[in-house]
């Protein structure tokens, strides 16, 4: 199947840095990627939606200047979370579809792990 | 998008077959049903999707009512690498951009 790749798999940073994490679909062109964020032994939680070439789509709650997300090219997506704090450290996982077709499976990333400190 | 109930665990031995009912009273005429598995520290994985009756792969099976208002997947013979978290999404048929909303899932515990 189709491979969602993402890197880092795993971050610590100081509190007050910015970190970038990277989704990559690696076999085929995906204009739109979604984002989550998962914490401890919850579910996931849908952050915004990536568009390549055009500005994301944040969910309520979600803070778009904190939570920067670049779609540059068919095949990478970057989420940065800027000035990060301890409540950041979570679990980031990316997802697409490999087809325009609702029914094409959504593939998700290794996912990210941050901590920050 | 529709609201999706499961429940929260489930434990069973090896070699048994497990099912996990999720409920979707308010499923629409043009939704699909999905569902994944999570292992820990992993992103989630698919394992079948269906829009109506049975599906059945190579993994698992999907059984959908005439109503559509609930299904169930069927892990048949599960083994302790089975261990995981399960999702049950809904999702719209023709959209390519709307991305699957997560619920709780089910945390399915295989015993030896």
């Known amino acids: 199947g189709a491979v969602v790749s993402q890197h880092p798999s795993w971050v610590i940073c100081k509190s007050g840095t910015s970190v970038k994490i990277e989704c990559r679909s690696l076999d085929f062109q995906a204009t739109t990627m979604f984002w989550y964020r998962q914490f401890p032994k919850q579910s996931l939680m849908l952050m915004a939606t990536s568009n390549e070439g055009s500005k994301a789509t944040y969910e309520q709650g979600v803070e778009k200047d904190k939570f920067l997300i670049n779609h540059a090219s068919l095949t990478l997506s970057t989420l940065t979370v800027t000035s990060a704090h301890p409540e950041d450290s979570s679990f980031y996982i990316c997802s697409a579809r490999d087809s325009p077709e609702a029914t094409g499976e959504l593939f998700f990333g290794e996912g990210s792990r941050l901590t920050v400190l | ?112």
């Open chain 2, 1 to 112: 998008l529709a609201k999706t109930t499961q429940p929260i665990s489930m434990d069973s031995y090896e070699g048994q077959e497990v099912n996990i009912t999720c409920s979707h009273n308010n499923i629409a005429t043009n939704d699909y049903i999905t569902w994944y598995q999570q292992f820990p520290s992993q992103g989630p994985r698919f394992i079948i999707q269906g829009y109506k009756t049975k599906v059945t792969n190579e993994v698992a099976s999907l059984f959908i009512p005439a109503d559509r208002k609930s299904s169930t997947l069927s892990l048949p013979r599960v083994s302790l690498s089975d261990t995981a978290v399960y999702y049950c999404l809904v999702g719209v048929l023709n959209s390519g951009n709307t991305p699957l909303v997560f619920g709780k899932g089910t945390r399915l515990s295989v015993i030896a």
